[in-house]
Nanobody
Framework: QVQLVESGGGLVQAGESLRLSCATS????????MGWFRRPAGKAREFVAA????????VYGDSVKGRFIISTNSAKDTLYLQMNSLRPEDTAVYYC????????????????WGQGTQVTVSS
């Protein structure tokens, strides 16, 4: 069993930054990968970013590439999402998920999910 708890969401203005955190506990291996997804209101869940704890490889969704950065701490028990140059279209509930068993880009590849944290970007 893996527990994931997100924090750091809130209301910001367009152009500002926000950092999300995901505290992980339970049975995860050092070679696992974790990721972030988001779900705007009334829309489908969207891949945001993923990171491999094994080799540090990161991948991003096209809509956030160059603005968002996924990272982890040295203990590999917390996942971060640094969100810069936020736009109103980034407004969504953000979910931490993992570990991954399959494609990083596909939600069904992720075994566990957090409860989500709301990010609202005003124009």
């Amino acid at each position: 069993q893996v527990q994931l708890v997100e924090s750091g969401g809130g209301l910001v203005q367009a152009g500002e930054s926000l950092r999300l955190s995901c505290a992980t506990s339970g049975r995860t291996a050092s070679n696992d990968a974790m990721g972030w997804f988001r779900r705007p209101a009334g829309k489908a869940r969207e891949f945001v970013a993923a990171l491999s704890w094994n080799n540090g490889r990161t991948v991003y969704g096209d809509s956030v590439k160059g603005r968002f950065i996924i990272s982890t701490n040295s203990a590999k028990d917390t996942l971060y999402l640094q969100m810069n140059s936020l736009r109103p279209e980034d407004t969504a509930v953000y979910y931490c998920a993992g570990p991954v068993r399959g494609s990083y880009y596909v939600a069904s590849s992720y075994l566990y999910w957090g409860q989500g944290t709301q990010v609202t970007v005003s124009s």
